[in-house]
């Protein structure tokens, strides 16, 4: 089902820069998408509309199959949160739990209901403990990790991300990436993350966009995106590390293959197969 | 970065023990009243007593002395600057008289003893309020004043710059470094040249920060309302009863502030 | 005798200098101010902050957007008010740091920039033990309220004159400090006069000491820097300050 | 020969915070450095010392034999240029020219001297088109390029830089890392460069250091260092792709590797030579 339908929008900066050139996108109820593209591609501006923040100069966005235009600003803020780079941004409270609060008391909840639901969000996210902490004492994957449950809490069917892993060490980049995974699949929730860590896409995501400059170039699932070497090229992309030495293998050394091997499974699968596939019959271990 | 000496963090009022537990409107009740009372004791002896107290408090928590002594060194100086001033100018007794550079210094003994009281009530209420802030975080203190009907937007820019200062303190002194290691401050004119640009860049920095920072809140709901969700909890026994414990000292002190005395 | 004092005194603020920690000698510290004084400068200042937040309640009510803004260049002008300003002053070369009002009263209209400088007072007197609890309403009338008024009418007198944008805002940073000093020396000089002392020899003598310290020097270098700021943000972005109804379209960055 | 050299410099914020415990370290001429940490281990906090912008409060640096306290700040800073993460925070004139002329100008250079290295240093970085730009007009990798040309423009033997690829597309990465490598191999100059992307360490660097929690955990070239795998786990970081997809293969399948392959082209190499390898004498193509 489609739950956010983007239609042809068009954007456009007050000193002229033309963001957005009409970009449609179907976004489907319970999928976990990914959108990349250079720098200045109009990532963030696609995104800040998607949620009304923004409204195009042109073309139109259906939530649930009715146009943004009919619903009030704050009913599609409650179903469609969004979660900024800079968590620094975000965090105005002093404290935790204040600043995630603050979404559910703009709704004009009851104070239980607040409560509640603040210690759901921050349990979600894993950060009940900190919840009287003050806001500078987190650190940056912490501070992230709040942003997220501030919007959580607005209980929202849909949330959209803007690069949530920038700057990460490798691990907190996995833990926030483990964190999405989860609310996406055991949760139901729609999410939509813009990045530009390529690796991070067959891994986690269900399908990916492509923007170049204000244009949305290619939307597919990874192995239809990436078995297009040529245009992710073009898009100032990088296959995944996994693929691009697939594709050496498969380009160079003449490896037969049908589609390319993106993630580290996919790859282990094959290699094996092929390492003993080429023992002509011993199907047993690889020791030699 | 040097400038950043004199910034604060509030380290110590974040950690847990048991001032840091008090409830902050009991706090704040005693930190008003014995100002008060330090303001109007006619003696020394109230404001020691008070001094004495708070560094005993800080002590029994744990706070470095040298992080006291920090804080308290400004006051000192403006104390000891005030006793000079009233020891010139004060009074008829002369108590110490020696030339300087052919000057004749005159310290005078009614300016002293006034210049000393003074000086004395300078350490006691600074010992006081730094007791206070060392052992009560802003967001604490924000509830407080809201229990105590402040208006709300006082409390939220108060919430707001203070949570935002730690921040652009760092942004700047990044761009204060960078400017340093092209060398921006070779030369007092170039220092100078340099510090405007570093203010016009906070300028720039806040400004787009603003912007942002209201994007991330209107997408949460907010069209001008309130900011702070925290209230304290209704009174228990434990307020109460540093409340009564407070109204029973306080004649006491008052009592003794009013003797007058050395 | 006051010959004494223009020798003594200033070897006392060298040895505030010998510990770089002038900052915020312009602030009355706590316990300084007798009750009288106390309550009289409570009195003129309350009335002040609460036009200032009167404001700010009325303006974030019509743009929503206009808390964050006060609360960040709040912030930014806390933050300009730490700066380590190098001055040339009677022991050499010594740092101080701006007052940064005449800054805030130009971005943010002197009311709002009263109710700032009452926060940043606050702030400095809890957290860093500058100023005073007691003498926060002393301090908000000289920062505060001498400082953004003296600072704001400088800035207006100046653009009506149409001196270039960097003038206007010297003018603007140089008064507001000025006057601040001014209304720290007028509320320290009040004090001897219940001794019986003259008032406006003792305010002349603080002020004095005050100017010939490192902080008459501050006052041109504040305003200098100001101007930069204001020029820096002119030619990076020039809509920062139309959008805060600083400039008008026609305003020259600098004499050319 | 050792250019730098970090003799046991500890570093305590004023806060409290105990940034760096004791940190030792070689930095050779000529080479590209890695410091690779979690958030928070010490990395931007070490860079600091690297041209005094901090003083440690125990220990000393040594630059080319001397300690730092023989020189003056200016000679430090001259020899070595630091770059930090956020471009913004460093481009202080309104154009470019004028920006990447800061620096010489406050060496006191005569104007033509000025006009030179502006102009080399611009066409180093591949900006020399743009250089009568507003600053803010250009986009986030180009602005990151200026800022580099504003420290090489002062000549230094050394540049530091911060987390340089963090925020930039894929093709900004590569873009920035090969711009540093012609700066490191063709003129001489020796580049520590803390970053995030593990990825790139084995293709770019000769030698990494880990750090955490304030302490130098192991210094060594890409293939000792990766191959303690807990190590590297222990420091909330991970293997560059590749190298996990041959430890899982080496793990789980038992395929014999002494060595783990850390780039696309050593991994290559080593599969074909064991798909080849396999087929037992027929060391033709892969084509079966
Ligand atoms: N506030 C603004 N005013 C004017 N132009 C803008 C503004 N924000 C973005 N732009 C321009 O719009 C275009 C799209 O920007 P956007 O921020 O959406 O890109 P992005 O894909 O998010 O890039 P990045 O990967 O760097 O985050 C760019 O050309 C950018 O310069
Ligand atoms: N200005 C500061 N004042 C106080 N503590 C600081 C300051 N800057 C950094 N720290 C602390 O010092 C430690 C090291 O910080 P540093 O910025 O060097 O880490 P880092 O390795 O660069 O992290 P990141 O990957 O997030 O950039 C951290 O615990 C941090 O919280
Ligand atoms: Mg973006
Ligand atoms: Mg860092």
Not at chain 1, 12 to 26: C, I, K, M, N
Not at chain 1, 167 to 175: K, R
Not at chain 3, 199 to 212: D, L, S
Request: charged residues 15%; proline residues 4%.
């Amino acid at each position: 089902m489609v739950i956010l339908q983007v239609r042809n929008i068009q954007y456009r900066y007050h000193d002229g820069t033309f963001a957005l050139r009409g970009v449609s996108l179907d976004i489907h109820k319970g999928e976990f998408l990914a959108i990349l593209g250079p720098n200045g591609s109009g990532k963030t501006t696609l995104l800040k509309h998607l949620n009304g923040l923004l409204k195009p100069v042109g073309g139109e966005i259906l939530l649930e199959q009715k146009s943004f235009t009919q619903y009030t600003s704050r009913e599609i803020f409650q179903k469609v949160g969004i979660v900024f780079q800079d968590p620094n941004d975000q965090l105005f409270a002093p404290s935790v739990w204040e600043d995630v609060a603050f979404g559910p008391m703009n709704l004009g909840l009851s104070k239980s209901e607040i409560a509640h639901r603040v210690d759901e969000a921050l349990s979600l996210v894993g950060m009940k403990p900190y919840a009287n902490k003050t806001v500078d004492a987190l650190s940056f994957g912490q501070k992230k990790r709040v942003c997220i449950a501030g919007v959580l809490a607005m209980r929202p069917a849909i949330l959209v991300l803007d690069e949530p892993t920038c700057g990460l060490d490798p691990a907190g980049v996995t833990s926030i990436m483990m964190l999405l995974r989860e609310l996406n699949s055991k949760h139901g929730i729609t999410i939509i993350m813009a990045t530009n860590m390529v690796d991070l896409v067959p891994v986690y995501m269900d399908r990916l966009a492509i923007m170049y400059q204000g244009n949305i170039l290619r939307v597919g699932t990874p192995e239809e995106v990436f078995s297009n070497a040529a245009e992710i090229k073009y898009a100032c992309l990088e296959l995944p590390q996994i693929a691009q030495l697939m594709q050496v293998l498969r380009d160079e050394e003449c490896l037969p293959l049908d589609t390319l091997p993106l993630t580290i499974g996919e790859a282990k699968k094959f290699l094996v197969s092929r390492l003993n596939g080429n023992r002509s019959g011993t199907a047993s271990s690889l020791i030699v | 970065m040097e400038f950043l000496h004199h910034t604060f963090s509030d380290v110590y009022a974040r950690q847990n023990n048991w001032l840091t537990r008090v409830d902050v409107r009991v706090k704040l009740f005693y930190a008003i009243s014995l100002l008060s009372i330090n303001l109007w004791a006619k003696n020394m002896f109230i404001p020691l007593l008070f001094l004495s107290a708070s560094f005993i408090l800080l002590f029994s928590i744990k706070i470095p002395p040298m992080a006291i002594l920090r804080s308290m060194l400004l006051p000192v100086l403006f104390a000891m600057l005030i006793l000079l001033v009233k020891g010139l100018h004060e009074g008829e007794k002369v108590w110490l008289s020696f030339p300087i550079l052919g000057y004749k210094v005159v310290l005078k003994e009614e300016g002293l003893h006034s210049g000393l009281h003074i000086g004395s009530k300078v350490l006691g209420g600074i010992s006081l309020v730094i007791t206070f802030s060392f052992t009560t975080t802003i967001s604490r203190l924000c509830a407080a004043l809201k229990w105590f009907h402040v208006p709300n937007t006082i409390i939220e820019l108060l919430a707001f710059m203070y949570r935002y200062i730690f921040l652009l303190l760092d942004e700047v002194s990044t761009m204060w470094t960078a400017q340093k290691s092209r060398l921006g401050h070779a030369s007092w004119k170039k220092t100078i040249q340099s510090l405007g640009t570093l203010g016009g860049l906070l300028v720039m920095r806040a400004f787009d920060r603003a912007e942002r920072t209201y994007e991330a809140m209107h997408v949460r709901g907010y069209e001008g309302g309130g900011i702070l969700t925290v209230n304290l909890s209704p009174w228990r026994k434990g307020e109460y009863a540093s409340f009564i414990g407070m109204v029973l000292i306080l004649p006491m002190l008052v009592y003794t502030g009013n003797i007058h005395a050395w | 005798m006051p010959k004494a004092i223009l020798l003594v005194i200033p070897v006392f603020f060298m040895s505030f200098f010998a510990v770089e920690n002038v900052a915020y000698a312009m602030h009355i510290t706590e316990g300084i101010l007798p009750p009288t004084w106390v309550f009289i400068w409570f009195a003129v200042s309350l009335p002040f902050v609460g036009i200032g937040t009167y404001h700010v309640k009325q303006k974030k009510r019509k743009i929503p957007g206009y808390l964050p803004l006060v609360g960040m260049l709040g912030a930014a002008v806390f933050v300009f008010s730490c700066f380590p300003i190098p001055v040339i002053a009677l022991n050499g070369m010594a740092t101080s740091h701006p007052c940064g009002t005449g800054m805030s009263a130009v971005l943010l209209g002197p009311f709002v920039s009263v109710l700032v400088a009452a926060i940043a007072l606050l702030i400095q007197a809890l957290f860093l033990a500058h100023g005073g609890l007691t003498t926060l309403g002393g301090n908000i009338f000289s920062m505060g309220i001498l400082g953004s008024f003296s600072g704001y009418f400088a800035f207006k007198v100046a653009q009506r004159c149409r001196l270039p944008l960097f003038w206007s805002g010297f003018l603007a940073g140089m008064v507001s400090d000025l006057f601040t000093y001014l209304g720290t020396s007028i509320e320290l000089g009040l004090l001897v006069i219940e001794k019986g002392g003259s008032f406006f020899k003792a305010t002349a003598e603080i002020f004095g000491v005050f100017m010939m310290t490192s902080q008459g020097i501050l006052c041109v270098v504040e305003g200098i820097v100001v101007g930069f700021v204001l020029v820096f943000v002119y030619k990076r972005r020039p809509n920062i300050l139309l959008n805060l109804g600083i400039i008008k379209n026609d305003t020259k960055p600098l004499q050319q």
